[in-house]
């Protein structure tokens, strides 16, 4: 069992198209299955992982850095499973 904890990593969009709306409902999907709170960061501007609205509102691009963030139970696995997206380039597993 995982004990409350922040974690934080920076990921890179490397997807042709941006973070378009196929990837989004991904990533939401993903950020949905955990309990703990995902925040995804683009400058100064913050959303809330687990809303397809906030994450379409980044309007990520390929090149993009992001900043993915997570706070309480699970932020860790969290982190790493929206991480492993990322790596990926949102290859269905």
Do not use: W, Y
Not at 48 to 63: H, I, N, R
Not at 68 to 82: F, H, V
Request: charge should be negative; glycine fraction near 6%; charged fraction near 20%.
């Amino acid at each position: 069992m995982s004990t409350p904890s922040a974690c934080t990593r920076e990921v890179t969009v490397n997807l042709e198209n941006g973070l378009h709306m196929s990837p989004s409902a991904q990533l939401v999907q993903t950020a949905q299955a955990f309990g703990c709170d995902i925040t995804i960061r683009k400058g100064d501007r913050t959303v809330d992982s687990k809303s397809m609205l906030d994450v379409l509102t980044l309007a990520a691009e390929k090149g993009t850095t992001l900043v993915l963030e997570a706070n309480g139970d699970g932020a860790q696995e969290a982190i790493d499973a929206l991480d492993q997206l990322f790596r990926t380039n949102f290859a269905a597993s």
